[in-house]
C-alpha cells in the first residue's frame, strides 16, 4: 500500500525506512513542504491509503483535519494534541479513520498494563519519571500522562508526580515507581532505539487500511503481536 508519512525529525524518518522494508510505497513530506496542511488536498491524498504523522502538535492538528475531511485514514504518534480528541473524534466518525497513540511500542504498551496492576497496591505514593531528547517539543511525554491516567484510574483523585527530563538523544525512559514506608517497587522502560516505535506505527497503519472509525492504540496493539514486533522504544 502507498503510506504518506508527515515529519522528516528522527522517528519520521525511521517510520518511513521500516514501511519502505516491509513493502510499502512511501512517500515523505516535512512541515515545510506542508505548511498548514496545505499538501493534503483531496487530489494528493487520492491514490494514500493511510497517513503517518510525526510532526508536532499545532501541525498534528491542521493534518488531521485535512486528511479527515476528505475521508482519509491518518495514524498519529504526535502528542501534545489531545485537549481537541473529541473535535477529532467527531470528524473521524462522519467516514475518515484515526488512529492515535502516545506510544507505539510494544514494550511500553505492556508498561501501561503492568501499571494498572502496580496502582492496585494500598498505601503506596505513585510517581512517574520520564527522559527524553532535548528536542521534544511536549513535556510531561504522551507515556507519562497515560501512566498518571492509567494509575489514577484506578486510585481517583490520588496525587502522581511527574519528574521530566530532556538530555541529549535520549530515546526514552519511563520509570513508575511505587513507595510506602517499608517498600518501593519500580516498573521501568528503558528504550535502546526507536526502531520499535516505528515498526509499531507502520503496523498500526497496515491495520487501519480499509478502515472507518477511531481507536487508541491501546485498544488494538494485542491484534498486531505475531508480526515481528520485538523489543521496546
Do not use: C
Amino acid at each position: 500500500m502507498l503510506i504518506l508519512v508527515l515529519g522528516k525529525g528522527k522517528t519520521g524518518s525511521l517510520v518511513a525506512e521500516v514501511a519502505r522494508e516491509r513493502g510499502h510505497g512511501v512517500r515523505a513530506l516535512d512541515v515545510a513542504e506542508n505548511s498548514h496542511a496545505s499538501a493534503l488536498t483531496a487530489a494528493n491524498l487520492a491514490s494514500v491509503d493511510v497517513v503517518i504523522d510525526f510532526t508536532a502538535p499545532e501541525a498534528a492538528l491542521e493534518n488531521m483535519r485535512a486528511v479527515l475531511a476528505v475521508g482519509g485514514r491518518i495514524v498519529v504518534g504526535t502528542t501534545g494534541w489531545y485537549a481537541s480528541l473529541d473535535e477529532m473524534r467527531a470528524k473521524a466518525q462522519k467516514g475518515g479513520a484515526l488512529l492515535y497513540g502516545t506510544n507505539f511500542s510494544i514494550g511500553v504498551q505492556k508498561l501501561f498494563r503492568l501499571t494498572a496492576e502496580l496502582a492496585r497496591l494500598d498505601g503506596y505514593k505513585f510517581s512517574i519519571a520520564e527522559t527524553h531528547h532535548t528536542s521534544k517539543v511536549d513535556a510531561p511525554s504522551g507515556t507519562a500522562l497515560t501512566l498518571r491516567e492509567i494509575i489514577q484510574s484506578v486510585r481517583p483523585g490520588a496525587e502522581v508526580e511527574i519528574a521530566s527530563h530532556r538530555i541529549g538523544d535520549a530515546k526514552g525512559e519511563h520509570v513508575v515507581t511505587a513507595r510506602s514506608g517499608d517498600d518501593t517497587l519500580e516498573l521501568r522502560h528503558d528504550a535502546h532505539s526507536r526502531r520499535a516505535f516505528a515498526l509499531g506505527a507502520v503496523r498500526a497503519a497496515e491495520w487501519l487500511a480499509g478502515k472507518t472509525g477511531v481507536w487508541d492504540f491501546r485498544e488494538i496493539f494485542e491484534q498486531l503481536q505475531g508480526g515481528q514486533m520485538t523489543g521496546g522504544t
